[in-house]
């Protein structure tokens, strides 16, 4: 069975900051991927980044990037340069079937 | 490209009815899945389907029947309805490849009453 665990209910940033969300995962697989998805209000579910877990190097999208820590079952989002548009629910699913966590809501303040 | 279509979109529904929510696809994805959103529960895996007539239960399938007579269509039934299956339903698709994204619906707002 697959585990995720978000463990920060609640984040807030000021714009342009910078803010990391964390996400901690149990599985027995051996070859997985990681993924971080957010959910704005419009409920629309978007992909944010995606990691393969073979690849020691840590995945980067623009003002997205991943801290990945195999070992210890953790995978981190950073996100720099904070926007108003990034206001969402984060979620970091892994696993072949794609298990959840409860999610963070990330609030940018102006 | 329609992508991952759900059907409907709002729903009310009294206890002990049932109802179909119709989820199609037209990526000719094999994998598909449904989720159910709730406040502080995150998304909950109900049942997901490797390709037709292939289908497995998720982390919350009671309550919840499926089936895959095709690659494009994957329905979630609701036998009889109760308040706890109040939520926000989603369906998801994705190729095969374990690398791939999940590409979601819109989802489906049920309320039971």
């Known amino acids: 069975a697959q585990t995720v665990t978000q463990s920060q209910p609640e984040m807030s940033v000021q714009e342009a900051e910078t803010v990391t969300l964390s996400c901690t995962y149990d599985?027995?697989?051996?070859?997985?991927?990681l993924f971080w998805y957010k959910q704005p209000p419009s409920r629309q579910m978007i992909l944010v980044i995606r990691?393969?877990?073979?690849?020691?190097q840590n995945a980067t999208e623009n003002r997205f990037s991943v801290n990945f820590q195999k070992a210890a079952k953790s995978f981190s989002l950073k996100i720099s340069d904070s926007q108003l548009g990034d206001a969402a629910m984060y979620f970091c699913?892994?696993?072949?079937?794609?298990?959840f966590g409860t999610g963070t809501s990330l609030t940018v303040i102006p | 490209n329609a992508g991952v279509t759900q059907t409907p979109k709002f729903q009310v529904l009294k206890t002990g009815q049932s109802m179909t929510l119709q989820c199609a696809q037209d990526m000719n994805h094999e994998y598909m899945s449904w989720y159910r959103q709730d406040p502080g529960m995150g998304l909950r895996l109900i049942h997901y389907s490797v390709g037709a007539g292939i289908t497995d239960q998720g982390e919350v399938p009671n309550g919840y029947n499926v089936s895959r007579s095709t690659t494009e269509d994957f329905p979630l039934r609701l036998l009889s309805a109760a308040p706890s299956q109040t939520s926000v339903y989603f369906c998801?698709?994705?190729?095969?490849?374990?690398?791939?994204?999940?590409?979601f619906g819109s989802g489906t707002q049920l309320s039971v009453l």
């Open positions: 990691q393969e877990a073979y690849k020691q």
């Open positions: 998801a698709s994705r190729r095969a490849e374990t690398n791939e994204k999940l590409f």
């Open positions: 699913p892994t696993g072949n079937q794609f298990y």
């Open positions: 599985t027995s697989e051996s070859d997985y991927y």
